[in-house]
């Protein structure tokens, strides 16, 4: 070997060794020993901790519709609203504008669509519950972090929450402006709208989520909700596409029109054999 290659040979050797060195340097005293662990593994250790809300919830429909629901207590003035659009609709139908839009209806009716069930996701720093309805996914962080003081209104709103014990609480703000209050509230909420949560499992097999919204310019009291949940992992969450429903709306959203109402509609009233028309009762005989 030539003196040329043999010092190049070398200076490959000390350039990998100090590598290694820096690298070495780099790993904490305690990993050298063989007692690290790092972080992320330390924190999904923790969920382990956690009480199993694993599985797909269902909403218990013996309770959907066999809770009486709180009234909602508007304000004098949100209540002369409401009594406006009452009125309206009792001549035009509600409106329909977000459902053929497809905007879900956001926090904090989003938990309630339809008897859709839902599913809870833990990571570090986080919980995760995507529902069924609207396909979303509402991130509510756990890691300590405050609410924001100007925070950016999303349909399913800004989260966090944190542990009492073996249940979780949960507060959200900045409410896309389309959210309702509640279901049959027409009166827009305001930028004070205030979603608390309490999400607990009352016993096994069932999950119980307490919520309670405050607007002081449109609430004359807190508004208190009660959802039930029972595990159902025989029936999996399935995928919702709601982009096909995009393609008519009315002034107002309302009253889409189908094309039903002409004659032989199939969903209309039969038409007798004795009346022959152009209808599904039409004869066809010469």
């Known amino acids: 070997m030539g003196e040329e290659n043999r010092m190049k040979l070398n200076a490959g050797f000390l350039r990998a060794a100090a590598v290694t060195?820096?690298?070495?340097?780099?790993?904490?005293?305690?990993?050298?020993?063989?007692?690290?662990?790092p972080p992320r593994a330390e924190g999904y250790a923790e969920l382990a901790d956690l009480p199993d809300w694993t599985g797909t919830w269902h909403q218990d429909w013996e309770r959907l519709f066999g809770v009486t629901v709180a009234p909602v207590v508007l304000t004098p003035e949100a209540q002369a609203v409401q009594d406006e659009f009452e009125a309206?609709?009792?001549?035009?139908?509600?409106?329909?504008?977000?459902?053929?839009?497809?905007?879900?209806?956001?926090?904090?009716?989003?938990?309630?669509?339809?008897?859709?069930?839902?599913?809870?996701?833990?990571?570090?720093?986080?919980?995760?519950?995507?529902?069924?309805?609207?396909?979303?996914?509402?991130?509510?962080?756990?890691?300590?972090?405050?609410?924001?003081?100007?925070?950016?209104?999303?349909?399913?709103g800004n989260s966090v929450g944190h542990w009492e014990g073996d249940a979780l609480v949960v507060e959200t703000v900045g409410l896309h402006e389309m959210n309702g209050i509640a279901r049959g509230i027409y009166v827009p909420h305001s930028d004070q709208m205030r979603v608390s949560?309490?999400?607990?499992?009352?016993?096994?097999?069932?999950?119980?989520?307490?919520?309670?919204?405050?607007?002081?310019?449109?609430?004359?009291?807190p508004h208190v909700m009660h959802l039930f949940y029972k595990r159902q992992n025989e029936f999996p969450i399935r995928e919702y596409v709601c982009e096909?429903?995009?393609?008519?709306?009315?002034?107002?959203?309302?009253?889409?029109?189908?094309?039903?109402?002409?004659?032989?509609?199939?969903?209309?009233?039969?038409?007798?054999?004795d009346e022959p028309g152009e209808g599904m009762g039409e004869s066809t005989e010469d």
Do not use: H, K
């Open 244 to 273: 096909n429903n995009r393609l008519v709306t009315g002034e107002d959203g309302a009253n889409i029109d189908l094309g039903l109402d002409d004659e032989g509609d199939p969903f209309g009233p039969p038409v007798s054999e």
């Open 197 to 221: 949560e309490r999400i607990y499992m009352p016993a096994e097999g069932e999950l119980a989520v307490e919520i309670t919204v405050t607007d002081p310019p449109v609430l004359a009291e």
């Open 88 to 156: 309206r609709y009792a001549e035009t139908g509600p409106p329909l504008e977000a459902e053929a839009r497809c905007l879900p209806p956001g926090v904090p009716l989003i938990m309630s669509v339809g008897g859709m069930p839902i599913e809870v996701l833990y990571s570090p720093g986080r919980v995760t519950i995507l529902t069924e309805a609207y396909g979303q996914a509402r991130r509510i962080f756990t890691d300590g972090r405050d609410l924001p003081d100007d925070p950016e209104p999303f349909f399913n």
């Open 21 to 37: 060195a820096l690298a070495t340097l780099a790993i904490p005293a305690a990993a050298q020993e063989g007692d690290y662990t």
